[in-house]
Nanobody, 125 residues
Framework: QVQLVESGGGLVHAGGSLRLSCAAS????????MGWFRQAPGKEREFVAH????????YYADSVKGRFTISRDNAKNTVYLQMNSLKPEDTAVYYC??????????????????WGQGTQVTVSS
C-alpha cells in the first residue's frame, strides 16, 4: 500500500494555471501506475489522466486533452498535474490514485487501489 497526499489546489480565474502535486510514501513510486481523477459537486468521480510507471505513456480524458499534462519524478516520489487554460467546469476536488504497474491504461476508479484525500480546485469565471 502506498500513501498519497495531494497539494497545489486553490482558486484561480478562468484561463489561469495550477500545478497539482501528489507525494507518495510507503513504497517506491516507480512500482506504480498513477492516475488523476476529479469529482465536482453532485457528480461522480471521473478520470482525468494516466501515466505509466516510467512516464513514457500518458493518456487523458477528452475534456482536458491539450490543456492538462501529467508527469512524474520517481526520484522525488511525486506525480504532477499541470493544468493550463482552466475553465469553470474544471472546478472539482482532484484526487491522485495508484495501482501496481501494468501494461494497460486504466481509466476507471476500480482500476486503482490507493487514493489520496483530494485537493480542491476552484475556477472562477
Amino acid at each position: 500500500q502506498v500513501q498519497l497526499v495531494e497539494s497545489g489546489g486553490g482558486l484561480v480565474h478562468a484561463g489561469g494555471s495550477l500545478r497539482l502535486s501528489c507525494a507518495a510514501s510507503g513504497r517506491t513510486l516507480s512500482s506504480y501506475t498513477m492516475g488523476w481523477f476529479r469529482q465536482a459537486p453532485g457528480k461522480e468521480r471521473e478520470f482525468v489522466a494516466h501515466i505509466n510507471w516510467s512516464g513514457s505513456i500518458t493518456y487523458y480524458a477528452d475534456s482536458v486533452k491539450g490543456r492538462f499534462t501529467i508527469s512524474r519524478d520517481n526520484a522525488k516520489n511525486t506525480v504532477y498535474l499541470q493544468m493550463n487554460s482552466l475553465k469553470p467546469e474544471d472546478t472539482a476536488v482532484y484526487y491522485c490514485a495508484a495501482r501496481p504497474r501494468a501494461r494497460v491504461v486504466f481509466t476507471t476508479i476500480s482500476g486503482y487501489d490507493d487514493w489520496g484525500q483530494g485537493t480542491q480546485v476552484t475556477v472562477s469565471s
